[in-house]
T-cell receptor, first 116, second 109 residues
Framework: GAGVSQTPSNKVTEKGKYVELRCDPISGHTALYWYRQSLGQGPEFLIYFQGTGAADDSGLPNDRFFAVRPEGSVSTLKIQRTERGDSAVYLC??????????????FGPGTRLTVL | KNEVEQSPQNLTAQEGEFITINCSYSVGISALHWLQQHPGGGIVSLFMLSSGKKKHGRLIATINIQEKHSSLHITASHPRDSAVYICAVRSNTGNQFYFGTGTSLTVIP
C-alpha cells in the first residue's frame, strides 16, 4: 500500500510569502505528526494530531505557523509571512494510533522549503 | 540546550569495522529510539528501547536508564550502512519527542 506522501517535494518562496505544505498519511492512521529538520540538525517536533484535533501543538515556533486536519486524514501545514529562518525540510509522519512511539510512525519523504 | 546529545557527529569507518554511536539525554523518558536517515530524507526506525538491550542482525542497541545513556553498535560494518543515525527520546510527561542532531556515518569499502 501507499506510504506517507508529501507535496510539494520542494518549495522555493520569497520572504514574506504564504506557503502551504500538504501531508497525505497512510489510510486509517489516526495520528499525524509534523516535524521540521534544519540542515545538520535532527528533526524538531512541531505538532501532533489525533484525528481532526491538534492534541499537542507545543512545538509550533510562533503564530505564523498553523496546521489543520479537517477530515482526520490529509493535513496542511501553513506558514504565514515566511522568513529565511523557516527554510528547512518539513517532515510528516503518521501512525495507526497516537499512543505509540517513533517505531510505529511512518515518515514521509519531506518537503524542502527554501525561503529566499 | 539540547535534551539529546549524540557523539560523534561524523564518523568514517573501513568496511568490516565495529562502530559505536553514543546518545545521552537529560529528560525523563518513556522510550528511546534509534532512527536511520538516508540521503533524500527517508527515516526508518531501527529500535525502540525502554531498558536493556536489543539486537537486530548486525545492529545492537543498549540503554542505561540510570545513566541516561544509550549506544548503537554496528558489527561488521558495510558501505550500505552509510547514513545518518539519529537518537530520539519520548518524554514521559507528554507527546514530545526530542531528537539528537544525528551521527553521519560513512563506511568506506
Amino acid at each position: 500500500g501507499a506510504g506517507v506522501s508529501q507535496t510539494p517535494s520542494n518549495k522555493v518562496t520569497e520572504k514574506g510569502k504564504y506557503v502551504e505544505l500538504r501531508c497525505d498519511p497512510i489510510s486509517g492512521h489516526t495520528a499525524l505528526y509534523w516535524y521540521r529538520q534544519s540542515l545538520g540538525q535532527g528533526p524538531e517536533f512541531l505538532i501532533y494530531f489525533q484525528g481532526t484535533g491538534a492534541a499537542d501543538d507545543s512545538g509550533l515556533p510562533n503564530d505564523r505557523f498553523f496546521a489543520v486536519r479537517p477530515e482526520g486524514s490529509v493535513s496542511t501545514l501553513k506558514i504565514q509571512r515566511t522568513e529565511r529562518g523557516d527554510s528547512a525540510v518539513y517532515l510528516c509522519a503518521s501512525s495507526l494510533t497516537g499512543s505509540g512511539g517513533l517505531s510505529e510512525q511512518f515518515f514521509g519523504p519531506g518537503t524542502r522549503l527554501t525561503v529566499l | 540546550k539540547n535534551e539529546v546529545e549524540q557523539s560523534p557527529q561524523n564518523l568514517t569507518a573501513q568496511e568490516g569495522e565495529f562502530i559505536t554511536i553514543n546518545c545521552s539525554y537529560s529528560v525523563g523518558i518513556s522510550a528511546l529510539h534509534w532512527l536511520q536517515q538516508h540521503p533524500g530524507g527517508g527515516i526508518v526506525s531501527l529500535f525502540m528501547l525502554s531498558s536493556g538491550k536489543k539486537k537486530h542482525g548486525r545492529l545492537i542497541a543498549t540503554i542505561n536508564i540510570q545513566e541516561k545513556h544509550s549506544s548503537l553498535h554496528i558489527t561488521a560494518s558495510h558501505p550500505r550502512d552509510s547514513a545518518v543515525y539519529i537518537c530520539a527520546v519520548r518524554s514521559n510527561t507528554g507527546n514530545q519527542f526530542y531528537f539528537g542532531t544525528g551521527t553521519s556515518l560513512t563506511v568506506i569499502p
